[in-house]
């Protein structure tokens, strides 16, 4: 990828401690390896967070609900609820399907995240839920080491940091340590841009197919390569490594739907079978919804429960998406846009509205970055900002670990 140096982010007004740091300790940018220690240290300080949260929860909170499904006796296991019992289940029966798109079914989980665990549970001997959490934490380190190094080529040390606090201690990320898809699907995101920076454009495809395997934001990569090949086409040839790169960064969905159509002969199951997890509301009915911006008379301003601040979550991401327009690369800048617009137009049509934007856009980096640089201009607010994002993490992770819905 071309850094577009029209549209980076400025930090020259942002006073910078690292000008500090290097006449204090002038061999300090001889360890290059010392900002990705302090990346990994502010990560583990939000992990800490989480645990306290499962500490506190346990001790003080009841469980949400009498019936609830649990993955094994471990205080740590209180992370394995919600999506993660359907991930349980592929790990342990495999994909299940009757048929029947109106009755809850596993069949609309993508498969990257439960075959890697069931890989390592296969070969470590693991129980199902230690082998999801530990796919998922590990994954999780790695996607927080890649975004540091992404961004930091980009803009330096500073607000690579920023970026990483900002993102660790949000309150979607207790996701980050849970039996969910989103480090996995972070560190093949992030991997996917570092990768495509070096213009490795079918490497880039590959990671973007894997992505579309882990979850359904992989296939925003695609317009974001094929953008990036259309910039650079006199550099490298266009239509020569067009439909290669197209056909393997959509190949996790079409093996997926392969896999679907020979052993239960539908291979739309997996979208198909969203209308039972959204109220009998079939796609075209959310679509259409997105389209006359009726999620929009449905938002929640006035709830401050967790579900009900992802609709503030939204107004912010899309103040973001406008501010970092002339700041971000054109690429990084078509990835915020597609990843708010597909939750946008396929899911928040339906009753549950925007009530999960939060963990959708987690994977939204680019918004992080443009956060950062806005708060490292007032480094105050940037404090308060970063105190309040890790008191509602702890909360996050209080009320996830007692199968409370956060979004």
């Not at 190949?251 to 392969?258: H, R």
Request: aromatic share 14%; glycine share 6%.
């Amino acid at each position: 990828m071309v850094f577009d140096t029209s549209r980076a982010i400025d930090l020259r007004p942002v006073p910078s401690d690292s000008m500090d740091m290097e006449m204090q300790c002038p061999n300090w940018k001889s360890h290059s390896w010392l900002p990705y220690c302090w990346a990994i240290l502010i990560f583990s300080c939000s992990r800490v967070v989480v645990a306290l949260g499962l500490v506190f929860s346990q001790k003080y909170l009841a469980i949400g609900r009498a019936d609830v499904w649990s993955a094994g006796p471990i205080w740590y296991h209180q992370l394995l609820q919600w999506d993660s019992e359907w991930y349980f289940k592929i790990v342990t029966e495999g994909y299940r399907y009757n048929g029947d798109p109106t009755i809850q079914q596993n069949i609309v989980f993508y498969p990257l995240y439960p075959m890697l665990a069931r890989g390592l549970t296969t070969i470590s001997g693991l129980t199902p839920a230690d082998a999801l959490l530990l796919v998922s934490n590990v994954a999780g380190l790695f996607a927080i080491v890649v975004l540091f190094k992404l961004v930091r080529e980009e803009s330096g040390d500073q607000l690579a940091l920023a970026t990483i606090a900002l993102f660790s201690f949000f309150p979607a990320s207790v996701l980050l340590s849970a039996g969910y898809t989103e480090s996995l699907a972070l560190l093949l995101i992030v991997s996917f841009f570092l990768v495509l920076k070096r213009k490795h454009y079918l490497s880039a495809a590959l990671l973007a197919g894997l992505a579309l395997t882990d979850r359904s934001t992989g296939i925003v990569l695609l317009p974001v390569l094929l953008w990036e090949m259309w910039r650079n086409r006199n550099e490298k040839p266009f239509l020569v490594a067009l439909l290669p790169c197209i056909l393997l960064a959509t190949s996790g969905i079409w093996l997926f739907m392969i896999y679907l159509w020979s052993s239960f002969g539908a291979p739309f199951a997996f979208s198909d079978g969203q209308t039972a997890f959204h109220q009998g509301t079939t796609l075209a009915t959310r679509l259409i919804a997105a389209l006359k911006f009726e999620p929009f008379t449905r938002m929640m301003l006035n709830d401050w429960n967790p579900w009900g601040q992802a609709s503030w979550f939204t107004l912010l991401f899309l103040v973001l998406i406008v501010v970092g327009w002339s700041r971000l690369p054109s690429t990084w800048t078509v990835f915020a846009m597609g990843v708010l617009l597909l939750p946008y137009l396929t899911l928040s049509g339906g009753p549950a509205g925007f009530v999960s934007m939060s963990r959708f856009n987690l994977l939204s980096f680019p918004l992080f970055v443009v956060l950062a640089d806005l708060g490292l201009r007032a480094k105050w607010l940037f404090a308060g900002v970063i105190g309040l994002f890790g008191a509602s993490l702890l909360m996050n992770a209080a009320l996830f670990a007692r199968r409370i819905w956060i979004g």
